[in-house]
């Protein structure tokens, strides 16, 4: 018998045999795999679970009464070859173990014959082409998911199933994951999508950045950090904050400002500057492109120390730093002092060309306190008034503490450098310029660090309270709990990223983590259009009593908080990006002129607004000064209070305006607009209609 014979035989054995029987078992499975009607109800069956008979008929797709003869059929042909099982009590259809192997063996064949004909690759997230292999799904979705085993290896095979079914050459990381996404969606595993779900920006967002340059101010990093803030944000908002302060932030009763830094740096540093530079700038094995300069006592070194120092601690706070010391660090220079105003200046200049994070800029503010070395200080505002000259918008601004000296040695030259767009702040206190304090103890160490980017919009709960002044404060109450309790999360997150060398100059230089105070901040807006406005209350003695009484209960509630977390919190009323997005989606929701008390502002409420104008008529018991001193005292995280200069206004009006308000409150900053050419960056005189140096049009 010849090797052909003994194959016949083993083709068509004899009839009644055990062979023949098997042999018949396995043709009719391979008919019924055949179909692919029936492959798709299997598949259906192993991914849904469980199924009614309507159920199972309307996925597989016979919708219409002409089709459900043919389901029957399908159906009836998978019973029979026990790949489909009806639980009789349930009245569901299920696919046994015999299916499942069935089903696999159709995807193996399936996966086979597509590579043999040609095979699939992907085009991978770090810059590769890989053949497309389904164990790597799996992989990704326990490793970076989650997900057990089982489930992964289900998601996986409905996902290979679609995979095939688009029959493409080529495939991409990203549009697999938005398959298993989808998969993962329609099985209701929204937890696990969140995990899984790629971070960045639709490709209509990247060409709208490239087509509107004229907003990046900062060249090619404003486009890069705008880019990695955006998908820092919505990792932030879907992965790290808890759900209900997310939704808090995205329906707009409280605003995270700067969300995509938010977990990364602090907001304010208030640091002492003489003391980081006089130990020696340390950075061990970060920044190894910076010059390391050595712990000096010489006027070149200890200039350049601060030209780095500030470059490299404007990049580890998103608002503002507070640098003192500076007027010490220079105290055994005052016989070069034309010497130090010129290496200053230069200082000051260097360091202005730091990157932003945001299109506002980090401030550097420099605490000046009256009555300690006039000549230095003196040497200090000099060199920063020429600093101001050559630097259209000045990043770095001066904080003047007046409670040990006379405002009047140096209001002549502030009010000159106000009328070229210097930055000024005066205070009797420890503030930033935004008006935020200093939350540092006597006792703690050269620096203190506020987390102060959270704001509440109260106009809004004041909506939702039906006009009940109690109900409001109890909902100002409840929402602050779960605010305070993300900061503290975040507290956390930035010490873990500092201690591993997120942000060195904090790291290593100051032992952030031993050293330093830490306050959490939390900012009210809108009160005044939430007490007068909407709760109904009058502008008067008993209104005001109210607004005070909103202050004190979240000071009350803060305080309360704070010892449960651990970490002293504070109430402040100082300026945010998030006034002008809450007046928005208040006007959208509730009508605009419902939540805003002037119809031509789109703003709310921040802190105090005194008009230099009308500051001369004013004393100590005047309204406005005795309500700005109050919410002063009541409000322990800060008051921003804003002194409003005209943009004619003379220097001597400015002198003027600068002394009188420093008799009637404790801290205030000097606010006026400057039409700066946006083609030129020209401003040494008033700009009406265009340039008068370049001829543009485009003033800001």
Not at 487 to 499: E, G
Request: proline share 3%; aromatic share 6%; charged share 25%.
């Amino acid at each position: 018998m010849d090797m052909s014979e003994e194959f016949d035989e083993l083709e068509e054995p004899k009839k009644g045999s055990i062979l023949q029987s098997t042999s018949k078992r396995v043709r009719m499975i391979f008919s019924v795999m055949a179909s692919p009607n029936r492959i798709d109800i299997l598949r259906i069956l192993n991914s849904k679970g469980p199924l009614t008979y309507s159920e199972l008929k309307s996925l597989a797709g016979f919708k219409s009464k002409k089709e459900s003869g043919k389901f029957a059929y399908h159906l009836r042909k998978l019973l029979r070859q026990s790949l489909v099982a009806l639980n009789k009590s349930e009245r569901r259809y299920t696919i046994t173990n015999l299916g499942k192997l069935v089903l696999s063996l159709a995807r193996q064949i399936e996966e086979r014959s597509i590579i043999e004909s040609g095979k699939m690759y992907v085009r991978t997230s770090h810059e590769s082409i890989e053949e497309f292999n389904s164990h790597k799904i799996i992989q990704s979705l326990v490793r970076e998911g989650s997900l057990p085993l089982e489930l992964a290896q289900k998601i996986t095979e409905e996902v290979e199933n679609r995979i095939y079914k688009y029959q493409t050459t080529y495939l991409t990381g990203s549009l697999i994951r938005e398959m298993v996404n989808s998969v993962l969606l329609e099985h209701g595993h929204e937890e696990y999508r969140n995990k899984l779900a790629r971070l960045g920006l639709p490709v209509y967002d990247i060409q709208e950045m490239l087509s509107n340059l004229e907003n990046v101010g900062n060249g090619a990093d404003g486009l890069l950090f705008t880019t990695g803030q955006r998908v820092f944000a919505e990792h932030l908002l879907t992965n790290i904050l808890p759900k209900d302060v997310a939704d808090s932030h995205l329906s707009g009763d409280l605003h995270i400002s700067n969300p995509g830094i938010w977990s990364m740096i602090p907001d304010t540093i208030f640091v002492n500057v003489k003391e980081l530079i006089e130990d020696g700038i340390v950075l061990g094995g970060k920044y190894l492109d910076v010059s390391r300069v050595p712990s000096s006592k010489s006027l070149d070194d200890i200039t350049s120390s601060l030209s780095i120092i500030i470059s490299l601690l404007s990049k580890e706070a998103s608002q503002e730093i507070v640098l003192d010391g500076i007027v010490s660090l220079f105290s055994k220079q005052s016989k070069n002092i034309e010497e130090l105003q010129q290496k200053l200046t230069n200082a000051f200049a260097t360091s202005s060309t730091t990157s932003n994070y945001n299109k506002t800029n980090t401030n550097i503010s420099i605490r000046l306190a009256l009555g300690s070395d006039t000549k230095i200080i003196n040497a200090i505002i000099n060199a920063y008034q020429n600093y101001t000259k050559i630097t259209p918008l000045p990043k770095i601004g001066l904080i003047i503490d007046y409670s040990k000296g006379k405002i009047t040695d140096v209001s002549q030259q502030v009010a000159e450098i106000i009328s070229i767009g210097g930055k000024v702040t005066f205070t009797k206190n420890q503030i930033s310029s935004y008006g935020i304090t200093n939350g540092t103890t006597k006792n703690s160490g050269p620096l203190a660090i506020n987390l102060q980017s959270v704001s509440i919009n109260l106009p809004r709960l004041a909506f939702e309270s039906n006009k009940d002044e109690t109900y409001f404060r109890a909902r100002l109450a409840l929402l602050m709990k779960p605010a305070l309790s993300s900061m503290a999360l975040r507290k956390k997150d930035i010490s873990d990223l500092t201690r591993r060398g997120l942000n060195p100059i904090l790291a290593k230089n100051t032992q952030y983590m031993q050293r330093s105070s830490v306050s959490l901040v939390i900012n009210l807006v809108g009160l005044k259009e939430a007490v007068f406005n909407i709760l109904g209350y009058k502008d008067n003695k008993d209104g005001r009593a109210i607004l005070h009484k909103v202050i004190e209960t979240a000071v009350d509630v803060g305080a309360k908080k704070g010892k449960e977390i651990g970490d002293p919190v504070h109430i402040s009323m100082t300026e945010t990006e998030g006034s002008v997005r809450f007046a928005s989606l208040d006007g959208e929701k509730y009508g605009k002129n419902s939540s805003l008390n002037v119809p031509d502002t789109d703003n709310y409420t921040q802190g105090i607004i005194l008009n230099a104008t009308e500051v001369g008529d004013y004393t100590s018991k005047s309204e406005k000064i005795v309500e700005c001193n109050k919410l002063s005292k009541i409000l322990n995280g800060g008051l921003s209070v804003n002194l409003q200069i005209a943009n004619d206004a003379k220097i001597t009006d400015i002198k003027k305006s600068i002394e009188k308000t420093a008799e009637l409150t404790n801290s205030f900053k000097l606010v006026r607009s400057i039409a700066i050419c946006g083609e030129c960056g020209f401003k040494d005189e008033p700009i009406t209609d265009k340039c008068p140096k370049c001829k543009s049009p485009y003033i800001v």
